[in-house]
């Protein structure tokens, strides 16, 4: 008896990709800021949300796995810097 050929089953579905707005957090949150408001404003300007939406969405990714894919350095440091005030509760 042969074995089977495979080549006609379908692929495992793959991880959708990061959404562009979650691409631009990951963007905003990898730029350093020079005054007091920069981010604030540059937050408004480029992603049209507010920041505390912004906040929102960026600690939802810290948890995403395609997030840590993309960007290790910057999510890494943002786990860091969150479980840093955890700890300080």
């Known amino acids: 008896m042969e074995p089977e050929d495979r080549t006609d089953l379908p692929e495992p579905p793959s991880r959708a990709?990061?959404?562009?707005?979650?691409?631009?957090?990951l963007?905003?949150?990898?730029?350093?800021w020079?005054?007091?408001?920069?981010?604030?404003r540059?937050?408004?300007e480029r992603?049209?949300?507010?920041?505390?939406?912004?906040?929102?969405l960026l600690n939802a990714l810290l948890d995403d796995a395609r997030a840590l894919e993309h960007d290790?350095?910057?999510?890494?440091?943002?786990?860091r810097v969150r479980e840093a005030k955890r700890f300080r509760r």
């Open 17 to 25: 990709e990061l959404s562009d707005r979650d691409l631009a957090v």
């Open 27 to 32: 963007a905003v949150e990898r730029r350093s």
């Open 34 to 40: 020079a005054g007091p408001g920069a981010k604030e």
């Open 42 to 44: 540059a937050i408004r």
């Open 47 to 56: 992603l049209g949300i507010t920041p505390t939406r912004y906040y929102q």
């Open 72 to 79: 290790p350095v910057t999510v890494n440091r943002l786990r």
